[in-house]
Nanobody, 120 residues
Framework: QVQLVESGGGLVQAGESLRLSCAAS????????MGWFRQAPGKQRDLVAT???????NYADSVKGRFTISRDNARNMVYLQMNSLKPEDTAVYYC??????????????WGQGTQVTVSS
């Protein structure tokens, strides 16, 4: 059973920073891609950033230059450093792991989400 657990959300003022962490646990052999999505109230869930096991990274245009994704492949963890936060960054942030290979199968997984609120 694979689980993704996020931490690090909270309430900050505009211009401040937060760092999100996500830990994947279970009988994991490898994870092809890990990343972050976010969903604001009344809106769809959108990609924020992803990182492959090979080091390729992808960012939404709205966060380029402000957010940085990083992975620790050995620990099956992914991080999102969020700087210069804006009120429009307010959302529930979800960790996502794609191509999770375990000893029995391969699948994709979501975390439970962590709230990030940025006040103006």
């Amino acid at each position: 059973q694979v689980q993704l657990v996020e931490s690090g959300g909270g309430l900050v003022q505009a211009g401040e920073s937060l760092r999100l962490s996500c830990a994947a646990s279970g009988s994991i052999v490898s994870i092809a891609s890990m990343g972050w999505f976010r969903q604001a109230p009344g809106k769809q869930r959108d990609l924020v950033a992803t990182a492959t096991s090979g080091g390729s990274k992808n960012y939404a245009d709205s966060v380029k230059g402000r957010f940085t994704i990083s992975r620790d492949n050995a620990r099956n963890m992914v991080y999102l450093q969020m700087n210069s936060l804006k009120p429009e960054d307010t959302a529930v942030y979800y960790c996502y792991a794609a191509g999770v290979l375990t000893t029995t199968h391969s699948d994709n997984y979501w975390g439970q989400g962590t709230q990030v609120t940025v006040s103006s």
